[in-house]
């Protein structure tokens, strides 16, 4: 195999090995890169039908005028087919919110923290009990608001503040604030 010179003979070297590409490597490269490519040509579809349709994403943000609501008044609203509750506070519940102890609060959270800085009278929480899923009475007018004047869910006696923080009941957190910002001073855009 080696001649005179001592280098190896072309059959050789081929069987030894040498550090070129070889057909086989060619192959698998090219056999590996199509399957990525027919996967991801497979998936895309596949992924892009779970994002949301027009109608879902138009339902997504709910805009409400909150001009007309007085002090002390609620109104009821939907948002992801579900009810929103819209709740102007008066400056006495303001301050009886603002009294309670937080640390005696089964789910402690400030009035601060459930309303918009520089809107601390505005109160927007989804219409939920945290318990089973009920709707809560106090956001129409004459309804029973409970023991603490906030909202009250007669299936299963959840009493809520007026920060809408559960106070007696079997509710285990307080009603949800959901996303939402003030667009200007007379509409708040939820989601």
């Known amino acids: 195999m080696a001649d ?46 779970m994002s949301p349709s027009a109608d879902v994403l138009a339902a997504s943000t709910t805009e409400v ?9 609620a109104i009821k609203a939907v948002f992801r087919k579900q009810p929103l509750f ?3 506070l008066t400056q006495v519940e ?4 603002n009294a309670v102890d937080v640390a005696t609060l089964r789910d402690p959270e400030t009035l601060a923290q459930r309303t918009k800085e520089g809107h601390a009278d505005m109160l927007v929480t989804m219409g939920i009990c945290t318990h089973l899923g009920c709707v809560p009475l106090g956001a129409a007018e004459g309804e029973n608001k409970g023991e603490y004047g906030g909202y009250f869910c007669p299936c299963h006696g959840s009493h809520y503040d007026t920060a809408a923080r559960i106070r007696k009941g079997p509710a285990p957190k307080n009603l949800v604030v959901p996303d939402y910002e003030f667009t200007s001073d007379s509409v708040i855009r939820v989601g």
Request: charged share 25%.
């Open 4 to 49: 005179t010179t001592g280098t190896m003979a072309p059959e050789a070297t081929a069987e030894a090995g040498d550090d070129g590409v070889r057909r086989r490597d060619f192959i698998h490269i090219a056999a590996v890169s199509a399957a990525g490519v027919g996967a991801a040509a497979t998936l895309l579809p596949l992924v892009s039908q």
């Open 94 to 97: 303001i301050d009886e919110a």
């Open 86 to 88: 819209v709740r102007r």
């Open 65 to 73: 005028d909150v001009s007309a609501i007085e002090p002390g008044q």
